[in-house]
């Protein structure tokens, strides 16, 4: 099985793709995978865990991007990581995050979402900042925002690669 980047399986458990699985954040930054049943998971930091998917981190094997991955530089990239890292956010909050000029980030993004490597977030309550606050539900505000799909995934994890 070839895991994402940062994910690990447990030894205690030795998850397989047929069970339920929960992550937890390592102090070492991986993201070790266990089986939802696991005896370890009830000594663990409860905040520290987090729900998964296999779908979600089970990389590809051997991506090769389309034509379109040459249309980015580096700053798409690095906006894709921050999608990656802190999931549905916007493009002022990611320029005042990244230091980067707002106007550049606003153009990214529309970039992106043409190419289907992010996509805009429907305007109802949604889930802020994945792994940084737990439960933090917000309701959309008057931004435009934004979250990584599986083909930005794909690219962010195939320029990793090649860099």
């Known amino acids: 099985m070839n895991l994402k980047e940062n994910y690990i399986l447990a030894n205690c458990c030795r998850p397989t793709e047929s069970d339920p699985i929960v992550g937890y954040h390592s102090y070492d930054g991986m993201i070790k995978v266990h089986r939802a049943d696991c005896r370890n998971l009830a000594k663990a930091e409860q905040d520290r865990l987090v729900k998964l998917e296999w779908a979600e981190i089970t990389a590809g094997e051997d991506f090769t991007p389309d034509a379109d991955y040459n249309e980015l530089d580096a ?9 990656r890292n802190y999931g549905v956010d916007y493009s002022l909050k990611v320029a005042g995050m990244l230091h980067m000029d707002a106007q550049m980030v606003f153009d990214s993004h529309k970039k992106m979402r043409s190419l289907g490597l992010l996509t ?26 934004y979250e990584l799909t599986d083909k930005g ?3 962010l994890a195939y320029f990793k690669k090649e860099t």
């Open 153 to 155: 995934e794909n690219y």
């Open 120 to 145: 805009r977030v429907k305007p109802l309550i949604i889930q802020y900042r994945k792994n940084i606050v737990d439960n933090k539900w917000i309701k959309h505000r008057n931004h435009t925002y």
């Open 75 to 83: 700053v798409d990239f690095q906006i894709l990581e921050h999608h």
